[in-house]
């Protein structure tokens, strides 16, 4: 059951005398005119009793948001809405699935699937019943504290791994609204992914081909207001755009920096401690970690075609997988609809981190060499199958205790094993 007796339901009975529903840069999200009622959805001036803070430029936490909550984290209040049984929005991130919420399941203003598993996953379950094995763990939600994997120190060129204290839904997302897709913040990490040029004309990253999606990203004030006129959002059939060098991707990588090059520079990746098996997951004595390595990594942003042709890799044709997802050309909506007869895959699109990961949560499972340790031998680094016990870095309730070295999770992975490998490869 949800926790949101910690949100006041005044929050989402807004929502429901306001908009009829929730979505993303409408609703309580952005688009705000200037005699706007939104504020109050969530905020009061005067009179709130919420501890939680902001942040400012400085990245010195202040005193009360003032949020109309006694949540005692983020994510609890935006669970309040987005939460499983909450009644503000159909987007069930914590069940990872479109329930029926304030649209009904007879909506007019979503192309969503009613029932279906969301694009992005969820965070404890995903289409609603299966057990997420991994996820961008929330505050409050699993194991505390999140590791920044595939974050390289842009000074030193070196690691950090520094755990990311307090993570939440608001580090990747805005919720007074972007320019971005899916209310994705402009800028992350102190690195800029998206935002208004003068006259705050939108310059997006992140961009959709869903229907009534804005050309060129979401608009301020009334004019924003007329785009969500005419946007019809899918969160359950993905249709992520291409927008080459400034597309998700890119986004990711404002995080995960080392992921936006084929390999690392500099001095390498180590990964230290994490490197070696804990005790408690494995019967054998850890191995030693194998220390700084130049890290090669798949190639994103970039088409099918690039890995097409005479002695390359790709299959052709690629196998047709909708559980894959490419970004497209803009208004490019091969295979979306229904009744569609065209492929879902197109020799035109790109590969993107979605295109084999969820961002929220997954509940594929790794067996095998899909959990092989990379250990030091003789002869340098080898795989080496583990054998599991207990995996203390996950919930107690998962079945598959086993992860991917060297975080020991699922990686997000949107199918079991390397499944995501095989349906390009088709070996």
Request: charged share 15%; glycine share 12%; proline share 5%.
């Amino acid at each position: 059951m949800k926790r949101i007796a910690f949100v006041l339901i005044a929050t989402c009975a807004f929502l429901f005398a306001a908009t009829g529903a929730a979505y993303a840069n409408f609703g309580p999200h952005g688009s705000y005119v200037q005699d706007t009622d939104a504020c109050a959805g969530c905020h009061r001036a005067h009179t709130s009793f919420s501890t939680l803070g902001w942040t400012g430029k400085d990245n010195v936490v202040r005193s009360s948001a003032l949020l109309i909550s006694n949540a005692s984290n983020m994510t609890d209040f935006c669970y309040a809405c987005h939460g499983d049984g909450a009644p503000g929005a159909s987007t069930n991130v914590q069940m990872g699935v479109f329930d029926s919420g304030p649209a009904g399941s007879t909506g007019t203003g979503t192309n969503s699937t009613f029932n279906a598993a969301l694009n992005g996953g969820g965070f404890e379950k995903v289409g609603g019943t299966a057990t997420v094995m991994s996820a961008h763990d929330m505050q409050g939600s699993k194991v505390g504290p999140a590791i920044r994997w595939g974050y390289v120190d842009p000074g030193t060129g070196n690691s950090n791994l520094a755990p990311m204290a307090a993570f939440g839904c608001t580090d990747c997302h805005d919720p007074h609204g972007s320019s971005n897709y899916r209310l994705l913040k402009d800028s992350v990490n102190g690195v800029t992914v998206g935002g208004y040029l003068a006259g705050d004309v939108p310059n997006p990253w992140v961009l959709s081909n869903e229907q009534g999606f804005p050309t060129g990203g979401f608009k301020k004030g009334a004019a924003g207001v007329a785009d969500a006129v005419l946007y019809k959002p899918n969160y359950t059939s993905p249709q992520y755009a291409k927008n080459s060098g400034r597309a998700m991707s890119a986004w990711c990588s404002a995080c995960h920096t080392a992921y936006a090059t084929a390999k690392d520079t500099g001095a390498g990746y180590d990964y230290k401690q994490y490197e070696t098996v804990p005790v408690s997951i494995n019967t054998t004595t850890p191995t030693t970690e194998v220390g700084a390595k130049v890290r090669y990594r798949h190639l994103v942003d970039i088409p099918l075609t690039t890995g097409q042709g005479a002695g390359r890799a790709l299959n052709i044709p690629v196998l047709d997988d909708k559980g894959l997802p490419l970004e497209m050309g803009i208004g490019d909506n091969s295979g979306v609809a229904a009744n569609s007869t065209a492929p879902y895959w197109d020799n035109r699109g790109n590969i993107s981190c979605l295109t084999c990961h969820y961002a929220h949560g997954s509940a594929a499972k790794m067996t095998g060499w899909a959990v092989a340790e990379l250990t030091t031998t003789t002869v340098g680094a080898a795989p080496k199958e583990t054998t599991a016990t207990a995996n203390p870095l996950l919930p107690a309730n998962q079945a598959n205790q086993m992860g991917v070295n060297p975080n020991f999770s699922q990686a997000l992975l949107r199918y079991d094993n390397r499944g995501v490998c095989e349906r390009c490869h088709n070996k």
